[in-house]
Structures are given as structure tokens and as C-alpha cells.
């Protein structure tokens, strides 16, 4: 009962922090600019603004351009929901899997490249190409973290693993760490942030995720840049639940527990939206050609991830 | 538990100088690979000061302060100044794509790891993992000075290889500081002969490609 419950915080809070977490990404990015940058919660107004508008679309546009915002949409939240973020008790956590996750989003990126080629605008196609070719290369690294995770913990469910790590079974392992670096590298080019693709341009021959959705407007646009704001919020919450799970509440934990493990949450929440931002307007853009090189660094670091797991295994 | 944690942490840091390897493969410009040298440098002085910490051995110490000082210090800034005034700042030369010279790195990961495991199958697990580590870092050193083109990053590779060195002989208990002492002299006066060589390489080639020396040596035809 109290599962659902907590099922159901959590359906509202993956969407209702997601605007915020941008937001404050954006507000500290402009404030380390010397600019004062608008303010935390233009993105909730964005939103709205979009979700008021007509939706215009192409005339060679056919039914996957219409339905692939809700399709984007709906496995981005989906997924969010999977992921345990102040308890791990929560009623989908039978169901979340790390690579039942991997393949969610994957399915998202799939209709959002589907929709970039629909229309047939160059820019859509080059978008689209650019996008499978950075999912190429992030999937598998993502794999491998996954399975020194689940090597590690002898699960792949994040909830167990979350009650394995916090039943103090695992030290600091060298593989984790690695793991971790790997996961950040991939959550950096799965959202499209700044060595990978430059979130906050629309007029460079480098972008990315901005040149598949460069046809949308109105509700699809809001249904597009909502996804794409849980999905950061996403990999946030991933990369705090599995590898620093400490203040999360326990299934047949009590109130205050919960309490706890919300306000953890958000404080990991802030730490690492505050370092992105750190990171992002530290760093220039890579060029597309080097996309190869730093993601195959990330797959090369989950296979060292592994590789140190049977070192120290084998005792 | 707490010597549980402090193997954790020693290991953790030896990743990070291996890491810091990696780093040294994959960045192509001479400012990033000095940075990354001497960032790996001081994830080299940690792990120093932490062995020194956890072993009561405090001649380690001044280990850890020579790798600080002339590893994470000096010779970076020397190479930095000495970058600028031949004015070769710009230089990106791979003779094997990063790609493949990552790759490669995993494989003599792999390797040394395979190497180690039946050669120390008495010894504890800590020793274990920690030489695993400390052979990468030494094996990657030496990928480096052979994928690498430039004289500055081949030299770069030759002191990551004494920081792999210097990583294992932390590690193991009980090693006597003159060797320590020894090896990090060496590297200085390797640099101070590296960079007298620069210029004299520079002022008969023109240019710092280690390419020309081999046809003038008749290697290549």
C-alpha cells in the first residue's frame, strides 16, 4: 500500500523537479558567466507557454511526427519513475531493471531520430545520424557499467543494489569508481550537454538533439523539452542512487526515514547540477569527430571497471 | 574495517594515477598533456603520503613531497616554459589514432593484470591489485613514448613510466629511500638532458618531429 503511495510521489516529483533542475543548471551557468541569467523557474514557464500554443506542423509530415513527442515523452518519464530516488520502495521497483531502463530510453531515442528523418529537412537528418551515432558508442559503455554494477552486486534491479551498497557489503572499490567516471561520460553525451552537444544553441552546423526537434512547436516542443528535462533530471538520480545511495529510506521505513531520504535527494540533486554547471562552463565544445574518442573512452572505462573487478575478486 | 578502508583508498588512488595514464593517451595537445602529467604527478604524491600514513613509514613522506615538488611542480613548469619558447604549443602529432592507442592501453591492462595474477598467487590481495596497477601505469608510460611523434610527449611517456615506478615501490612494504632518492634525481637530470637535446634537435631539424632523425639516421628510405 504504502509502495503505491510512494509510487506515486515519486510519478510527480520525476516531473516536477525536472523544469527546476534545468533551471538551476542554466541560473548558475549565466551567473559564472558574468550574466544574471533568468530566473530558476523559467523553465516551468516555458512550458507553459509552449503547452498554450498551436502546434505547426509540416505538410510532409506523416503520424510518427504527431505521435513521436508523446512517445519520447512517455519513456523518459516512464524511466524516471523506475528509478528510486528517496525510497526504494516503491511499487515499479520489481519491475525497474538497469538494462530494462537502458532499452526505455533507448526507445525514446529511436522515435526522436524517427522524427528528426520524418519531415526530411537536412537539418533533421544530420540531427538524427549524429544521435545514433553517439547512442552507438553510449549504449554499450552504459552496458558495461551495468554489469560491474550488477558483477558487484549480483543484481541488476537498482533497489537491490541500493540494499546491497547500504548494507555496508561493498568498500570503495577501484571498478566503482571507474564505473563512475564511465557513467558520467555517458550521461554527458546522452543529454546532449556541453563537450558533446551545446544544449542552448539552435544555429550551429554541430547540433545535436536541438536539430532533430528544429521542426516542433507548441504542445509537441513542450511534450519534447519536458523529456528532455526529466531525462537529465534522470541520469542525475541514477548516478545518486547507485553510487552514492547513503539517506535513501529502506522499504518498512517510517516517516522521518522518507523525510530524510527526500531531503538527501535533493541536496545530491543540487551537487550535481551545481557541478555540471561548473564542468560545462569550464569546458569548450568538442568537435563532432572527436565524439568517437571521448565516448570510446567511456566504453574503454567500464571494461577497466570490469577487468579490476576480477583482480580483486579473485582473492 | 579500518585497514579494509585504508587498501580501499591506497587502491583507489593508484586508480587515479592510472587514470591519469589514460588521461596522458587521450589528450593531444602538449598544454593538456602536461597538465594531465602533472595532475597525475600529485594523484602520485597522495598515494605516496597516504602508503607513508598507513605503513608508519615516514621516510615515505619525503617521497611524496619530491614527487609533489619537482614531479607535479617543477618539470611541468620547465616543459611548459620550454613548449612556449620553441613555440611548438600547437603541435598535434599521433602516429596511431586515440582510438586505437586506447585500445591498446586496455589490452596492456589486460595484460599486466594477467602477468600479475599467477606471479604474486601467495601474496595478499592488496599487493596484488596495487602492482596490477602500478604495471599499467608503467606499461601505458611506455605506449605513449612509442605512439607519440613529438619529443616533448615522448619525454612526457618516459616520466609517467618513473611514475609508475615510484607507484609500485610505495606500494610495496619496506622499500629503502635511496632508491626512491635515485630515481627521482634521474628523472630530473633526464630532463635537464632532454632539454639540452631539444634545442640541439630543433637547431639542426627545424622541427621536433622524431620522424627526421629517422631518415637521417637511414632508418627510413
Redesign the interface.
Known amino acids: 500500500m504504502t509502495a503505491i503511495l510512494w509510487q506515486l510521489v515519486q510519478v510527480v516529483l520525476a516531473l516536477a523537479t525536472a523544469p527546476l533542475v534545468t533551471g538551476y543548471v542554466r541560473f548558475v551557468k549565466a551567473r559564472l558567466n558574468g550574466r544574471r541569467g533568468p530566473s530558476v523557474l523559467q523553465p516551468y514557464r516555458d512550458l507553459y507557454r509552449l503547452v498554450q500554443k498551436e502546434a505547426v506542423v509540416a505538410h510532409s509530415a506523416s503520424w510518427i511526427f504527431h505521435a513521436a513527442p508523446y512517445v519520447v515523452f512517455a519513456s523518459a518519464w516512464l524511466a524516471a519513475c523506475l528509478i528510486p530516488t528517496f525510497t526504494t520502495n516503491i511499487f515499479l521497483a520489481p519491475a525497474a531493471d538497469l538494462i530494462a531502463l537502458v532499452a526505455l530510453l533507448a526507445v525514446g531515442r529511436f522515435w526522436l531520430a524517427l522524427a528528426g528523418m520524418d519531415v526530411g529537412t537536412a537539418f533533421g537528418g544530420i540531427g538524427a545520424s549524429r544521435e545514433m551515432l553517439i547512442a552507438s558508442l553510449a549504449e554499450p559503455a552504459m552496458l558495461m557499467v551495468t554489469f560491474s554494477l550488477s558483477l558487484v552486486s549480483g543484481t541488476t534491479q537498482p533497489a537491490q543494489i541500493i540494499a546491497f551498497v547500504l548494507g555496508g557489503n561493498v568498500?570503495?572499490?577501484?571498478s566503482l569508481?571507474?564505473a563512475l567516471?564511465a557513467m558520467v561520460m555517458v550521461a554527458i553525451a546522452e543529454n546532449g550537454r556541453i563537450p558533446i552537444d551545446n544544449p542552448s544553441t539552435h544555429l550551429e552546423l554541430t547540433m545535436v538533439h536541438e536539430a532533430m526537434v528544429l521542426e516542433y512547436s507548441g504542445r509537441h516542443l513542450a511534450m519534447i523539452e519536458a523529456a528532455a528535462m526529466v531525462k537529465l533530471t534522470l541520469y542525475m538520480a541514477l548516478i545518486a542512487c547507485l553510487f552514492a545511495p547513503w539517506g535513501m529510506a529502506q522499504p518498512g521505513a517510517d516517516f522521518p526515514a522518507i523525510a530524510i531520504g527526500m531531503a538527501s535527494f535533493m541536496l545530491k540533486l543540487f551537487v550535481l547540477a551545481s557541478g555540471l554547471a561548473l564542468f560545462e562552463t569550464a569546458i569548450a565544445k568538442m568537435r563532432v569527430f572527436r565524439y568517437?574518442?571521448f565516448l570510446?573512452?567511456a566504453l574503454?572505462?567500464g571494461?577497466?571497471a570490469t577487468?579490476?573487478l576480477?583482480?580483486?575478486e579473485?582473492? | 574495517m579500518l585497514q579494509a578502508l585504508s587498501y580501499d583508498l591506497a587502491h583507489l588512488i593508484g586508480a587515479t594515477v592510472l587514470m591519469a595514464g589514460f588521461g596522458l593517451l587521450y589528450q593531444r595537445r602538449l598544454f593538456a598533456v602536461l597538465n594531465t602529467f602533472s595532475f597525475q604527478a600529485l594523484a602520485l604524491a597522495a598515494a605516496a603520503a597516504w602508503q607513508a600514513h598507513v605503513q608508519h613509514a615516514p621516510h615515505l613522506y619525503f617521497t611524496a613531497g619530491i614527487a609533489l615538488v619537482f614531479k607535479a611542480m617543477i618539470v611541468p613548469f620547465a616543459l611548459h616554459w620550454l613548449v612556449e619558447r620553441l613555440g611548438i604549443h600547437r603541435t598535434v602529432e599521433t602516429a596511431l589514432s586515440i582510438g586505437w592507442t586506447m585500445i591498446i592501453g586496455v589490452a596492456l591492462v589486460a595484460l599486466s593484470i594477467l602477468l600479475v595474477l599467477p606471479v604474486t598467487a601467495k601474496a595478499a590481495a592488496l599487493t596484488r591489485e596495487s602492482l596490477a596497477l602500478a604495471m599499467s601505469v608503467v606499461l601505458l608510460g611506455m605506449l605513449m613514448m612509442i605512439t607519440r611523434r613529438n619529443a616533448v610527449t615522448q619525454v612526457v611517456g618516459f616520466m609517467a613510466l618513473e611514475n609508475g615506478l615510484i607507484l609500485a615501490a610505495v606500494s610495496a612494504k619496506g622499500m629503502p629511500l635511496v632508491v626512491e632518492i635515485s630515481v627521482a634525481f634521474s628523472v630530473l637530470v633526464a630532463m635537464t638532458l632532454f632539454g639540452i637535446f631539444f634545442f640541439r634537435i630543433r637547431e639542426r631539424f627545424d622541427s621536433l618531429d622524431l620522424n627526421y632523425i629517422e631518415t637521417f639516421r637511414g632508418d627510413r628510405q
Open positions: 568498500g570503495i572499490e577501484v569508481g571507474l567516471a568517437a574518442d570510446g573512452g574503454l572505462l571494461l577497466l577487468i579490476f576480477y583482480v580483486s579473485a582473492v
